[in-house]
């Protein structure tokens, strides 16, 4: 799924600690949307007495600017120094992916949101007529859901319970944050 970002200051560039529920924007929503639905998908499993599901979620977060990507979580600090050497590929399944593009793990909607304003803090910023700290590029937030489950399988009546098999479910969000000239 891709999801449009359109509001002046979002996508890291502008962060409120203290903000009422209706306030809260589009990622901490669709986050914590994530993250209650594993602990309800694990918890269905636990009260069938079925094996609960595992979940891996990754984070990265990119930016494009003067035709550049770079790696705004990278554990080196590079996007600081905005080098920007990295290379869009297609592997052989068809999955669009940045070679050399850092991953961080997160296990709840918290470390997230601080992945978020890790990576908004090497944001390209400049100062316009509407925003103070308004981004001049493009930037990518994307989240990939790893799941593992034991498959379905129908019982066929009179065979012994067959071993459990597992299937393996990948699904990818992408936040995208596109720079506008903001002139009137």
């Given at each position: 799924?891709?999801?449009?970002?359109?509001?002046?200051?979002?996508?890291?560039?502008?962060?409120?600690?203290?903000?009422?529920?209706?306030?809260?924007?589009?990622?901490?929503?669709?986050?914590?949307?994530?993250?209650?639905?594993?602990?309800?998908?694990?918890?269905?499993?636990?009260?069938?007495?079925?094996?609960?599901?595992?979940?891996?979620?990754?984070?990265?977060?990119?930016?494009?600017?003067?035709?550049?990507?770079?790696?705004?979580?990278?554990?080196?600090?590079?996007?600081?120094?905005?080098?920007?050497?990295?290379?869009?590929?297609?592997?052989?399944?068809?999955?669009?992916?940045?070679?050399?593009?850092?991953?961080?793990?997160?296990?709840?909607?918290?470390?997230?949101?601080?992945?978020?304003?890790?990576g908004?803090?090497?944001?390209?910023?400049?100062?316009?007529?509407?925003?103070?700290?308004?981004?001049?590029?493009h930037?990518?937030?994307?989240?990939?859901?790893?799941?593992?489950?034991?498959?379905?399988?129908?019982?066929?009546?009179?065979?012994?319970?067959?071993?459990?098999?597992?299937?393996n479910?990948?699904?990818?969000?992408?936040?995208?944050?596109?720079?506008?000239?903001?002139?009137?």
């Amino acid at each position: 799924a891709v999801v449009s970002t359109q509001s002046t200051g979002t996508m890291g560039t502008q962060f409120y600690e203290c903000i009422r529920e209706q306030q809260r924007g589009l990622i901490p929503r669709a986050v914590d949307h994530l993250f209650n639905q594993i602990l309800e998908r694990k918890q269905e499993a636990q009260e069938a007495s079925l094996m609960p599901p595992e979940f891996k979620v990754e984070a990265q977060f990119m930016e494009l600017y003067n035709e550049e990507i770079l790696d705004l979580l990278s554990p080196s600090g590079e996007a600081k120094g905005k080098k920007g050497n990295l290379k869009i590929h297609e592997d052989a399944n068809g999955e669009i992916y940045v070679d050399g593009m850092s991953k961080q793990t997160v296990t709840n909607s918290q470390e997230v949101l601080n992945c978020l304003k890790q990576g908004a803090l090497c944001r390209t910023t400049a100062s316009t007529e509407m925003n103070a700290v308004s981004s001049r590029s493009h930037a990518l937030f994307c989240l990939k859901i790893h799941q593992t489950r034991v498959a379905k399988a129908e019982k066929v009546e009179g065979e012994e319970d067959a071993p459990a098999e597992f299937e393996n479910l990948t699904a990818k969000l992408v936040f995208v944050d596109l720079a506008g000239s903001e002139r009137l």
